[in-house]
């Protein structure tokens, strides 16, 4: 068992497993150990993302659930989104969105708001139920909802629902590369590296900008999928952005140092050396990185 630390794709892992007989709920919490500091990477990336504009929906000039009926409904509904959008007393925001639910139980617009005002709030659980019921009573209509809320269960670790969220924002909403930029960032924990790697290939060409996190994040995807060669051209593309990213420097280290022992390469192999000093600290790093330039 000892060789196990310096296996570190899913598909390394997954035939370790089958080496060592494992049974599937073991190997299923091996492969999960193992993989938990790509993941942080990933999580990290995807919070920090900033998502397609959504300035539009959240000026509150339009609705995907009917609006209630009463007379203040519509007062009410501004003044929670002017507080939104002002960043200014998020907890009586919260309280209006939650009047309207009140008043309409089936008004989805609501439920988000009240979900995004408890994000806010770093309420996550919250914010979950709120924007899982934003999204059932929408009938498929938001990518809004669909998006935030599988965000929200990135967050709180929820990998399994959230694929089933980009999943259903690439049958929705083929057109938006959210979708297919979500499914990727949810491949390490899943276990599909090569799912991911061709969903961020989706991605990239749907973005009208050049987008660095993607860039970032098929450079790790194509690191894990054994694409070596093809991750430095994409570690190179981001280096003004993450060279001061432990991630980036451990990552791109090891797809130098696995180059440059191919083609026997002394230069190459310094480089990566060198990148891999640049890392502070080290822990992040997965234990196969850190095998190819520590000492036993």
């Not at 194509?222 to 990552?251: C, H, P, R």
């Amino acid at each position: 068992m000892k060789f196990f630390s310096y296996l570190s794709s899913p598909r390394e892992l997954r035939f370790f497993c089958r080496a060592e007989s494992m049974a599937a709920g073991r190997c299923a919490t091996f492969i999960k150990t193992m993989t938990k500091k790509i993941l942080l990477l990933f999580v990290i990336l995807f919070l920090n993302y900033n998502s397609f504009s959504q300035s539009d929906y959240f000026l509150g000039k339009r609705t995907y659930c009917d609006m209630p009926n009463q007379s203040d409904s519509r007062e009410l509904y501004k003044l929670g989104i002017d507080c939104i959008n002002q960043n200014l007393y998020i907890g009586g925001a919260n309280q209006v969105f939650q009047k309207l639910i009140k008043q309409d139980s089936l008004f989805c617009d609501a439920y988000f708001f009240a979900g995004y005002t408890f994000r806010l709030s770093n309420m996550n659980k919250e914010a979950f139920a709120m924007y899982y019921m934003a999204d059932s009573l929408s009938q498929n209509k938001s990518i809004e909802f669909k998006q935030n809320l599988a965000m929200m269960s990135v967050s709180i670790g929820n990998m399994r629902f959230a694929r089933k969220k980009y999943l259903e924002m690439t049958k929705y909403f083929p057109t938006s590369p959210e979708g297919y930029y979500g499914i990727a960032i949810t491949s390490p924990e899943i276990g599909d590296a090569d799912f991911g790697l061709k969903n961020i290939n989706i991605a990239e060409e749907k973005y009208v900008l050049e987008n660095k996190d993607v860039q970032f994040i098929k450079a790790i995807l194509l690191n894990l999928t054994g694409n070596y060669e093809d991750s430095i051209k994409y570690f190179e593309k981001v280096q003004s952005e993450f060279s001061k990213n432990d991630y980036f420097n451990g990552n791109y280290a090891l797809s130098l140092y696995e180059i440059a022992i191919k083609s026997n390469d002394d230069k190459l192999l310094k480089k990566a050396k060198k990148h891999y000093n640049k890392v502070k600290d080290k822990s992040n790093l997965t234990d196969y990185i850190k095998s190819k330039f520590e000492k036993p």
